[in-house]
């Protein structure tokens, strides 16, 4: 056995010492990198590895004051891509195919970009350039899609596509679509209130975002790392309304139907406020929006509403959407009109210048303020009335004395005690405060004009909450909305108390006001919003649009109930009906009826019903009788009988036994299976009774004719104002239809150079 | 000498089991190799745990390692107490043909894996890469060969050669049939290393090792991605997200370390950031994890695998058992440096396995089993020491 020699010890010596050398260039290069630039490369570690993330805030909830949800945050996911990642892919699948192509091995993959382009057009619905485009870019994050559904984002994610990832966001819901929508508002895509509530509680809902520093991997995964500035979210408040989910329903179905059925040109309001508090139940504008996507614009609709512009083209979306989003309720400022007089009646009592009890006034059919001639709108006058006669008849000349009697100095100050000078201080966006004279241009005739609400410009807003005080004792709240705050849990944490603004007018001076307001719905003017059973007070309002005479009219009603102890207050506004009706007693008045009878009803106000169907009878039933016997009973019962077909013995009648017809109504009677014969029903809307009575026994229908007040007949000069089966509708002959009557009042004065009357 | 078969070291080690003890070995490079083998196996653990995350195999790499650690084990401590080195010496040459002929076969009927073909699918095991087994087997049979000639005989050409081909073939095998230019490194590395300590004569080996290289950089320049991982090593500042990525991840592990590291187990680089984290850069990861004082650590404990295993080399009677104990030493010192200057981006990647660390069963066995031979050589130094 050979043994190494002392030379080649020495060699392998040498060498071991070499390693030596070269382990110490390694604890050298050590200490470079780990302990002198250390940090600096921890901190290029931790600038790739980690992604500041913002942990969203959950927007709070919006209730109806039943704590009914009306809007709501959900989650949802944004889409993105990193471009980088999918090129720096792309290029090592160029060269693993370069590699291949050198050995002459078959190629499958597919191209990477692609399969991430297809994928993504294809679960999203992208357009496939702007993916493209996106994914070539220089960057390491790129939106592809806002707020995906969960379901759709975890499509993505089992395709496992290189370089596409996910950022968790929240999508507002608005459970009743276009319920309420000017007041709820919307969100815009990044969560932040753009419009209504969403954007004047803002900060409250909004709540506080949070941040963390997640660490991801190359691909954006989620590793199991948190770094410790963890900044937690503090969750928006929830917001209580004082709106009432159903008597908004009620507002928003007859605000709907008015302003379909006469034509709104330029847009409806309603809102409806318990007097006693100043709490908004409901406010609905027309037209509305769905609040799931305000944006959309349906054209069809568009035209409708906006018509064209005077150069014979179209308005563009944007102010389309602009007017649609408008909350006219709160923003837009219009001539009350009559429905003003209830004002200036509670400052004439109040201040003592009008005895109600034995005051009279003396409506010649017109006036002299200064240089001009005012008429009333009963040209021919209204002659001797009371106080309440003046309301009931809205006499223009009979308020002209009043606010005379007022003065200037006191109109202004009880024009100034009602809050029509100032902002309710609403929390709703861009509320006005009215337009008034100033005290230089607020002359005799401005005074006069002023006295029946013309003249001068108010918000609906301001109009209710004086009305309110009018009716509830004198007091004047502040409009609330706003019921309380919750937590994010839906404990209610703060509780916003109603605001006294000042007491205006003493309890006697509104005792007399509901007393004659109520007389004004069931004997005067205001009787189409009377609703049997319930005890409804009012105002008729109809002033006309600036500038005067081109016919343009705003219709509007404010009514109270129960008018004993008034608990709810509706205004409704119809700017510009374009059918043969505008007057606010005829258009505006019924609906308030509605709505004030339903929403009383919901909140547990029983009718109370006195007996006034005395001039009915009973049809009697008069199916397989024979024809001549048949003909006897009816005939009998006192109504009248036509006989269709030729047989012996009755198979159908119309209407049928036991149904209701005023005394004189027909009754058809069937004697053999003939062909049906249908009859179209026409509009009766905007006739007279008599031509309504006339038209009906021409087409063999039955006609119930509705309206005037509890103590008011129908009289020749109402006009009908709506009609129980729409037209259009095919029905059989002896069919019955409701149709309802109102004086077609215009209560706007004519300056004698403004000719038209109507 | 030659009748001292392992049947009779047995006995000797059992008589001698009173004053010895069973494991009359090296004890220090036992220790150390345990102390490596645990810490490898840890850091590989958590290594590969992460980088597989996402394919959901989170223990399918360490179990797998484990069993193969634990097999090798097994033969490290058969053949340091059971087996002699000189029985080995017998069976060198059969072996060096045979796995010449299995490397040449593999190249053609192996797995083909990124186009090369370099491993043998072995059944119930997976795969086994022959490269790895013919490292140790051409230590042997070059340190057979050189223990045998006469003094001075490897002056001369012929011998020179001899023993040149004793390398080249492998090497050559490796380079030209698997296209695995770090396995030919390796081979030729460490057989020139041991030609060199043998006392071969400078000025042949200048020429030689001048054609040789040249030989080597034309095949390597002929493959072109090799060129752009040397070139990406070159400019190290641009490309950081192509080909340069691995060694700048490489050190954003490294320096994320700082003194103490972020932990054990905290690697946040491992999470598909470097690439090859488990295998050619699981130092980076270890630098990471156990900061500047557990790399030093590491250092140092290879440090001193080097030093026993050199001392076992200059300890041994017989010029056999120091070639071999050489040879494997700078074999195994080769790698160490290798690898962490690749991980510290001293050099350009070149794929070489961290011993006792990185992720393949192979290079496990082998390692193992060539402490186990040097263990095996430290006994019999100790024994004839006693004597």
């Keep these: 056995m050979a043994k190494v020699t002392t030379a080649e010890k020495n060699r392998i010596f040498v060498m071991f010492c070499i390693f030596l050398l070269l382990m110490l260039v390694v604890v050298g290069a050590l200490v470079y990198y780990q302990l002198i630039r250390g940090a600096e490369f921890k901190e290029k570690a931790i600038e790739q590895q980690t992604r500041d993330q913002l942990v969203e805030a959950k927007r709070g909830q919006i209730y109806d004051r039943n704590m009914k949800v009306l809007a709501q945050s959900a989650s949802c996911e944004d889409v993105m891509v990193n471009p980088r990642q999918i090129q720096a892919a792309k290029a090592k699948q160029d060269e693993r195919r370069a590699q291949a192509f050198l050995e002459g091995v078959p190629f499958n993959e597919e191209d990477v970009v692609e399969v991430v382009v297809k994928g993504l057009v294809e679960v999203l619905g992208v357009d496939e350039a702007f993916v493209r485009k996106e994914v070539s870019l220089d960057y390491a994050s790129r939106r592809i899609k806002k707020k995906v559904e969960p379901s759709v984002a975890n499509r993505l994610r089992e395709m496992k596509l290189t370089g596409v990832f996910f950022q968790e966001t929240t999508k507002r819901y608005y459970p009743y679509s276009s319920f309420a929508s000017h007041v709820i508002g919307f969100t815009g895509d990044d969560g932040d209130g753009l419009e209504g509530l969403e954007k004047m509680l803002d900060p409250a809902l909004s709540g506080t975002a949070g941040r963390i520093q997640v660490v991801q991997d190359v691909n954006n995964n989620l590793t199991p790392y948190e770094y410790e500035n963890y900044i937690p979210p503090e969750d928006g408040n929830g917001v209580v309304l004082t709106i009432d989910e159903v008597i908004q329903h009620y507002v928003e179905k007859y605000l709907e139907e008015a302003y379909n059925l006469y034509d709104i040109r330029n847009g409806a309001a309603a809102i409806v406020m318990d007097p006693n508090t100043g709490e908004i139940l409901a406010m609905a504008v027309e037209p509305n929006f769905d609040l799931n996507a305000p944006r959309k614009v349906d054209s069809v609709v568009k035209l409708n509403v906006m018509g064209l512009k005077d150069d014979g083209t179209e308005y563009t979306d944007g102010e389309y959407l602009n007017r649609v989003w408008r909350n006219k309720a709160v923003v837009d400022s219009y001539e009350p009109g009559s429905t003003f007089k209830s004002i200036v009646a509670a400052a004439a009592v109040e201040s003592g210048v009008v005895n109600p009890a034995t005051d009279g006034f003396y409506c010649t059919g017109s006036r002299k303020v200064a240089v001009h001639t005012i008429h009333c709108h009963k040209r021919a006058g209204h002659g001797q009335e009371t106080f309440i006669e003046a309301l009931e008849n809205s006499c223009n000349p009979a308020f002209m004395e009043m606010g005379a009697r007022l003065g200037y100095k006191n109109f202004r100050a009880y024009y100034e005690a009602f809050g029509f000078t100032s902002k309710t201080d609403f929390v709703l966006p861009g509320e006005s405060k009215g337009i008034f004279f100033t005290e230089k241009n607020f002359n005799e005739a401005e005074l006069a004009t002023s006295s029946f609400g013309q003249g001068f410009q108010i918000t609906p807003l301001q109009m209710i909450t004086a009305f309110s005080a009018v009716v509830n004792g004198g007091k004047l709240y502040k409009p609330q909305l706003v019921k309380a705050y919750t937590n994010s849990e839906g404990d209610i944490v703060e509780n916003v108390e109603a605001t006294l603004v000042r007491e205006v007018i003493s309890e006697n001076t509104s005792r007399v006001m509901r007393a004659a307001l109520e007389s004004v719905v069931a004997n005067g003017t205001g009787n189409a919003a009377y609703v049997d059973g319930y005890r409804i007070g009012g105002k008729t309002g109809t002033s006309e649009k600036q500038p005067r005479g081109q016919g343009k009219y705003v219709a509007s009603f404010v009514g109270f109930a129960p008018a004993d102890d008034p608990q709810l207050v509706c205004l409704l506004i119809l700017d510009e009906p374009g059918g043969a009706l505008t007057g606010g007693g005829a258009i505006a008045a019924p609906a308030v009826g509605k709505i004030l009878a339903d929403s009383l009803s919901y909140l547990g106000y029983e009718p109370v019903y006195t007996d006034n169907s005395a001039d009915e009878v009973e049809v009697p039933n008069a199916v397989g009788m024979t024809t001549w016997d048949a003909k006897k009973l009816i005939e009998k019962a006192g109504l009248t009988v036509t006989i269709q077909g030729e047989g012996a013995i009755v198979n159908n009648q119309l209407p049928k036994g036991t149904s209701h017809l005023a005394k004189g109504g027909l009754v058809i009677l069937y004697t053999e299976a003939t062909e049906e014969v249908r009859v179209e029903i026409p509009s009766f809307i905007g006739m007279t009774k008599a031509q309504t009575v006339t038209k009906a026994q021409e087409l063999n229908l039955n006609i119930e004719i509705s309206g005037g007040g509890m103590h008011t007949e129908v009289s020749d000069t109402m006009l009908a104002i709506s009609q129980s089966t729409p037209a259009g509708t095919s029905v059989m002959p002896g069919s019955v239809i409701t149709v309802d009557f109102a004086e077609n009042t215009n209560e706007f004065y004519f300056d004698q150079n403004a000719g038209n009357t109507n | 000498m030659a009748k001292k078969s392992g049947n009779l070291n047995v006995v000797q080690l059992k008589k001698k089991g009173k004053t010895g003890g069973i494991l009359n070995v090296d004890f220090i490079l036992l220790f150390t190799v345990l102390v490596l083998l645990v810490i490898g196996l840890t850091m590989l653990f958590s290594t590969s745990s992460a980088a597989n995350m996402s394919s959901g195999k989170v223990y399918a790499p360490i179990i797998k390692q484990s069993i193969v650690a634990a097999v090798g084990l097994f033969l490290m401590f058969f053949i340091s107490t059971a087996v002699s080195y000189k029985t080995i010496k017998k069976y060198s040459v059969a072996a060096y043909i045979a796995?010449?002929?299995?490397?040449?076969?593999?190249?053609?009927?192996?797995?083909?894996?990124?186009?090369?073909?370099?491993?043998?699918?072995?059944?119930?095991?997976?795969?086994?890469?022959?490269?790895?087994?013919?490292?140790?087997?051409?230590?042997?049979?070059?340190?057979?060969?050189?223990?045998?000639?006469?003094?001075?005989?490897?002056?001369?050409?012929?011998?020179?050669?001899?023993?040149?081909a004793i390398v080249g073939i492998p090497a050559a095998i490796c380079l030209l049939l698997q296209r695995h230019a770090s396995a030919a490194l390796v081979h030729l590395f460490v057989g020139g290393v041991m030609i060199i300590a043998a006392g071969a004569d400078w000025r042949k080996l200048i020429p030689v090792g001048l054609i040789g290289g040249g030989g080597v950089a034309a095949v390597i320049l002929a493959t072109g991605f090799r060129v752009d991982r040397i070139m990406g090593f070159l400019d190290k500042g641009a490309d950081v997200q192509g080909n340069n990525w691995q060694a700048t991840q490489s050190i954003y592990a490294v320096g994320s370390g700082g003194l103490f590291g972020l932990g054990l187990g905290n690697s946040r680089q491992k999470y598909s950031y470097l690439p090859e984290a488990e295998n050619d850069y699981i130092f980076a990861i270890v630098g990471e994890e156990l900061g500047f004082i557990g790399s030093v650590l590491i250092v140092l404990l290879f440090c001193i695998v080097i030093w026993r295993g050199i001392t076992i080399a200059l300890n041994c009677k017989d010029s056999f058992g120091t070639y071999t104990a050489f040879g494997i030493s700078v074999l195994i010192g080769f790698q160490v440096v290798i690898n962490m200057w690749v991980v510290l981006r001293l050099m350009p990647s070149t794929g070489m396995q961290l011993p006792l660390f990185s992720l393949g069963g192979s290079s496990m066995l082998v390692t193992l089993t060539g402490f186990g031979i040097l263990l095996a050589i430290s006994r019999e130094n100790l024994n004839n020491k006693g004597k």
């Design chain 2, 99 to 164: 796995i010449a002929i299995l490397m040449v076969l593999v190249a053609f009927i192996g797995m083909d894996s990124h186009g090369a073909r370099r491993q043998i699918a072995v059944p119930f095991i997976g795969s086994l890469q022959p490269s790895e087994f013919s490292k140790y087997i051409m230590i042997l049979t070059l340190a057979a060969r050189l223990s045998v000639i006469k003094k001075g005989e490897i002056k001369t050409w012929p011998e020179l050669i001899y023993n040149l």
